[in-house]
């Protein structure tokens, strides 16, 4: 059977990612982007954004000829299938900002129009429920030859690639089986195996991928109630306890890593638009307010410590290690890094910073506020306090002799839960969720 044509609209982080794949599998990608700098690198084989295989993958295909950037939607028209990955931010008061989808849909009206032969346009954006319904099937209602599906995508950042290569789930909203059945013919030639399908209406669609990512981030929450009161409590470490409730399999053993909060670009964006949305529905979101008022309150937790340390003094250096909301990607959207640091900064306390990846990223922010380091070494050398911020691979293999021959004070503040306490009794060492010792 012809392979379906592609086209991927928004080269973002999901977008991206989506058409590599696809290339890489050998379909023919056409990817559209609106900026002019990112798309001459993408033409260059090079990305803004650090992921694991992502710029090898581009620069395969790209040499393949099998993947082609361009900003002129027409060409939009030579193929069968178009996703649409464009961001959807929050706006200031925490509502889904539609102004790129709705750009990008009235984009493809004009094209589409001129087009004869069938159209599906995938929406892959997160998108409130009733948006599809409401705001873009209207748009597009007058052309004949368009249908539309909701296929929500739940692949994480830092293994994009594996996740879009095995995922868990396929979901596809549409009004009608027949383009279900479009979506589901492309997904047949992309996989081998195929993973298990959930054919829907577009806002179940939508309230799935809402569902989802609020429960994740409900799991994050939990844990971290649970980890705050373990931090009272003599010998208590909310390790044992997430390991010990993991094993139930109605609980399951992911999501229950306790930390400084959830960041990134997604969990903390989706719930805040759930909850705008469902504002209307009159008190049938306290739960969701409650997930996400923990999650604000989370970095409390470090600052507290420090301060159990006694370290707010002008003269004391602070050491972050882990800037990026998670490891594996130099992202740092809505990371907890960023709100630490301006905290520490207000206390006027030095501040030196390492990260494998977001050290440029973070520079962009804070500039010459703090000082920045490539090697841990030299982030630690001298300092009053190490505070570990992301779940890095290197800072695992931080030992009690690197911090001693380095530090001046012997303060370490383990947010992630990476290190063995029972390696570090000589030090003052304060980790989540870990009760007195
Ligand atoms: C999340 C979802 O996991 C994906 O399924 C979804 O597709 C994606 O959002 C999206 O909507 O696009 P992502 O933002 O890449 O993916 O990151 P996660 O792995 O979910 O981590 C989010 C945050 O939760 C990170 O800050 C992480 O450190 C934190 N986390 C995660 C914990 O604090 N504890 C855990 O046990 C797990």
Same mark, same amino acid.
């Given at each position: 059977?012809?392979?379906?044509?592609?086209?991927?609209?928004?080269?973002?982080?999901?977008?991206?990612?989506?058409?590599?794949?696809?290339?890489?599998?050998?379909?023919?990608?056409?990817?559209?982007?609106?900026?002019?700098? %990112?798309?001459?690198?993408?033409?260059?084989?090079?990305?803004?954004?650090?992921?694991?295989?992502?710029?090898?993958?581009?620069?395969?295909?790209?040499?393949?000829?099998?993947?082609?950037?361009?900003?002129?939607?027409?060409?939009?028209?030579?193929?069968?299938?178009?996703?649409?990955?464009?961001?959807?931010?929050?706006?200031?008061?925490?509502?889904?900002?539609?102004?790129?989808?709705?750009?990008?849909?009235?984009?493809?009206?004009?094209?589409? %129009?001129?087009? !004869?032969?069938?159209?599906?346009?995938?929406?892959?954006?997160?998108?409130?429920?009733?948006?599809?319904?409401?705001?873009?099937?209207?748009?597009?209602?007058?052309?004949?030859?368009?249908?539309?599906?909701?296929?929500?995508?739940?692949?994480?950042?830092?293994?994009?690639?594996?996740?879009?290569?095995?995922?868990?789930?396929?979901?596809?909203?549409?009004?009608?089986?027949?383009?279900?059945?479009?979506?589901?013919?492309?997904?047949?030639?992309?996989?081998? $195996?195929?993973?298990?399908?959930?054919? $829907?209406?577009?806002?179940?669609?939508?309230?799935?991928?809402?569902?989802?990512?609020?429960?994740?981030?409900?799991?994050?929450?939990?844990?971290?109630?649970?980890?705050?009161?373990?931090? %009272?409590?003599?010998?208590?470490?909310?390790?044992?306890?997430?390991?010990?409730?993991?094993?139930?399999?109605?609980?399951?053993? !992911?999501?229950?890593?306790?930390?400084?909060?959830?960041?990134?670009?997604?969990?903390?964006?989706?719930?805040?638009?759930?909850?705008?949305?469902?504002?209307?529905?009159?008190?049938?979101?306290?739960?969701?307010?409650?997930?996400?008022?923990?999650?604000?309150? !989370?970095?409390? !937790?470090?600052?507290?410590?420090?301060?159990?340390?006694?370290?707010?003094?002008?003269?004391?250096?602070?050491?972050?290690?882990?800037?990026?909301?998670?490891?594996?990607?130099?992202?740092?959207?809505?990371?907890?890094?960023?709100?630490?640091?301006?905290?520490?900064?207000?206390?006027?306390?030095?501040?030196?910073?390492?990260?494998?990846?977001?050290?440029?990223?973070?520079?962009?922010?804070?500039?010459?506020?703090?000082?920045?380091?490539?090697?841990? $070494?030299?982030?630690?050398?001298?300092?009053?306090?190490?505070?570990?911020?992301?779940?890095?691979?290197?800072?695992?293999?931080?030992?009690?002799?690197?911090?001693?021959?380095?530090? %001046?004070?012997?303060?370490?503040?383990?947010?992630?839960?990476?290190?063995?306490?029972?390696?570090?009794?000589?030090?003052?060492?304060?980790?989540?969720?870990?009760?007195?010792?």
């Amino acid at each position: 059977m012809k392979k379906s044509r592609i086209s991927v609209i928004g080269m973002g982080f999901v977008g991206l990612s989506l058409a590599v794949v696809n290339a890489h599998a050998n379909f023919e990608i056409i990817g559209v982007e609106s900026n002019k700098e %990112k798309l001459a690198n993408l033409r260059r084989g090079k990305t803004d954004f650090y992921e694991p295989n992502l710029s090898k993958y581009l620069n395969e295909s790209l040499k393949k000829n099998k993947i082609s950037f361009t900003e002129n939607l027409d060409e939009v028209k030579n193929t069968d299938i178009t996703f649409i990955t464009v961001g959807t931010p929050s706006t200031k008061d925490g509502k889904i900002d539609l102004s790129s989808l709705k750009k990008v849909i009235s984009g493809l009206y004009k094209v589409l %129009k001129n087009k !004869q032969a069938k159209h599906l346009v995938v929406i892959k954006s997160t998108v409130v429920p009733t948006t599809t319904s409401t705001v873009i099937a209207p748009m597009l209602k007058k052309l004949k030859n368009v249908s539309i599906a909701v296929n929500p995508e739940f692949l994480r950042e830092g293994s994009a690639l594996n996740d879009l290569i095995h995922p868990h789930l396929i979901v596809i909203g549409c009004v009608d089986d027949k383009n279900c059945k479009v979506l589901e013919t492309y997904y047949k030639q992309f996989y081998k $195996t195929m993973p298990d399908i959930i054919n $829907t209406d577009y806002t179940t669609a939508e309230m799935i991928k809402y569902a989802n990512n609020a429960f994740l981030a409900t799991k994050i929450s939990f844990i971290n109630s649970i980890a705050n009161i373990c931090q %009272k409590l003599p010998l208590v470490d909310v390790n044992t306890i997430a390991r010990a409730i993991g094993k139930d399999p109605r609980i399951g053993s !992911q999501f229950l890593q306790a930390g400084p909060g959830f960041g990134g670009s997604c969990l903390p964006k989706d719930l805040s638009a759930l909850i705008k949305f469902t504002d209307k529905f009159h008190d049938l979101n306290s739960f969701f307010k409650a997930v996400e008022n923990v999650n604000q309150l !989370q970095t409390s !937790q470090v600052i507290q410590m420090l301060k159990s340390m006694k370290l707010f003094d002008s003269k004391k250096i602070i050491a972050v290690l882990g800037l990026a909301f998670k490891k594996d990607t130099d992202d740092l959207r809505e990371a907890v890094s960023i709100k630490l640091v301006k905290n520490l900064l207000k206390k006027r306390l030095n501040i030196n910073v390492h990260d494998p990846m977001a050290i440029e990223n973070f520079k962009k922010i804070f500039g010459d506020k703090v000082s920045y380091y490539t090697k841990i $070494t030299d982030c630690i050398k001298n300092a009053h306090c190490c505070i570990i911020l992301t779940e890095w691979d290197d800072y695992k293999k931080l030992n009690p002799s690197i911090l001693k021959k380095n530090m %001046k004070e012997l303060n370490i503040i383990d947010a992630r839960r990476i290190l063995d306490p029972s390696k570090f009794k000589e030090f003052n060492f304060k980790a989540i969720g870990l009760g007195p010792r």
